[in-house]
Each structure stands twice: as structure tokens, then as C-alpha cells.
């Protein structure tokens, strides 16, 4: 389907670009969201009958965006969570969790703006872009830690699962013996095979 953008939409173009999407994108998507007009011969003359009103609508929604972007860009949010001895959470963290740290920070934002591909499920130091308007964005850096002293180390730039990981493997190391032969087994005591009995010894002498 052929649309005409109404605002600048990633990856698709500029106000006023008539582009070709999917059928799908555009009926469930561009279209309901006001993001685009159908680029039919109506269409076409209403947009730009109507042009520089829609420029200039967006160009005031882009500096209120840029404004606000001051208070959001840059952040750090703390998320404590519960987590196995993996990092793996117990759960997720969602676009919701991440707007409630963010207004308990004084910054204001809603949840459709919150640009997560998918819910954070490791602990961790996680990057989030918050798209505050079409042309204006922000990057938070969310803290995912099991408690506020792991969370501290993680801020400091420390991987705590590495840390973990290290220590874990640790205790894992073989015990060297530097005087062992190629392919000898070492007894569980570690002494050496007792020499034969002198008695043994002597009556062998006797004998020849």
C-alpha cells in the first residue's frame, strides 16, 4: 500500500514522502495512529492543502520533546529484582517498570515510548531508548542488580557475573604433581609404591 507520511517514521522516510509498505503495517499501524494518510489523488491534494500547518504542528511538538529529552537523557534507573545464581530473573523487566523508575526520578514519559525489542530477563547494565517524539530521542541506562550493593558494583563499570563466574571455577583446578611421570597415576595418598622387603631380598641372595 502506498501512504503518505504524516510525521517521520525510522527507516520509512520524511513528512510528506510517499513510500510503499505492507497492507498490514498500514492498516494496523500508520494508519490508525495518524502516522499517515493513503496516498490516493484526495489524499494527496489534502496534504498539501493542509502542509505547513502539519509542519509547524510538528516542528512545536519536536522542541516540547527536545525540552523534556533534558530531563530524561542520560538517566540511570535501579531495578532490584530477584535472580537465579545465572543472573536469570525471576520474571521480567517490562516498559512499565521502566517508566515507574523513571517518573520515581522526576522524569515524565509514557509506556508506548519506551523502545524495548524485548523485557529485560538478565541482570545487569541494560541501554533503553525512549523515543520522545519522531525526530527526538533519549538513552536511560536501567541497572538490573539482586540487591542495591550489587547494583552499586555493576555502576562502577564491575561485571558481577563475571565476578562470579571466576570465583565459581576457582576451586576447579587440578592438583599438580611436578615429579609424576608421563601418564602415571598418583595413589590416593600421594606416597610412592613401598620398595619389596629386605627379608625377601636377602633370601633370594641365599637361594642363588
Request: glycine share 6%.
Amino acid at each position: 500500500m502506498d501512504v503518505i507520511l504524516l510525521e517521520r517514521v525510522e527507516k520509512l522516510g520524511q513528512i510528506g514522502d510517499v513510500v510503499t509498505v505492507k497492507n498490514g503495517f498500514a492498516r494496523n499501524y500508520l494508519l490508525p495512529n495518524k502516522k499517515a494518510l493513503r496516498a490516493n489523488e484526495s489524499n494527496k491534494k489534502l496534504f498539501e492543502a493542509n502542509r505547513s500547518k502539519i509542519e509547524a504542528d510538528n516542528a512545536e511538538r519536536r522542541s516540547e520533546a527536545e525540552k523534556g529529552a533534558k530531563d530524561v537523557d542520560g538517566k540511570t534507573v535501579q531495578l532490584i529484582r530477584q535472580a537465579s545464581n545465572t543472573g536469570q530473573l525471576y520474571g521480567s523487566v517490562s516498559a512499565r517498570d521502566i517508566v515507574e523508575a523513571l517518573e520515581a526520578d522526576g522524569a515524565k514519559v509514557v509506556k508506548s515510548q519506551i523502545v524495548l525489542d524485548r523485557p529485560i530477563k538478565a541482570i545487569g547494565m541494560h541501554e533503553v531508548k525512549v523515543a520522545l517524539h519522531p525526530e527526538v530521542t533519549a538513552l536511560v541506562k536501567v541497572n538490573v542488580a539482586r540487591s542495591p550493593e550489587e547494583a552499586d558494583l555493576q555502576a562502577q563499570g564491575i561485571d558481577v557475573m563475571a565476578q562470579m563466574f571466576e570465583k565459581d571455577t576457582a576451586g576447579f583446578t587440578e592438583a599438580f604433581d611436578p615429579n609424576a611421570e608421563p601418564g602415571e597415576i598418583p595413589s590416593e595418598d600421594g606416597a610412592e609404591a613401598p620398595a619389596a622387603p629386605a627379608a625377601e631380598a636377602e633370601s633370594d641372595q641365599a637361594d642363588a
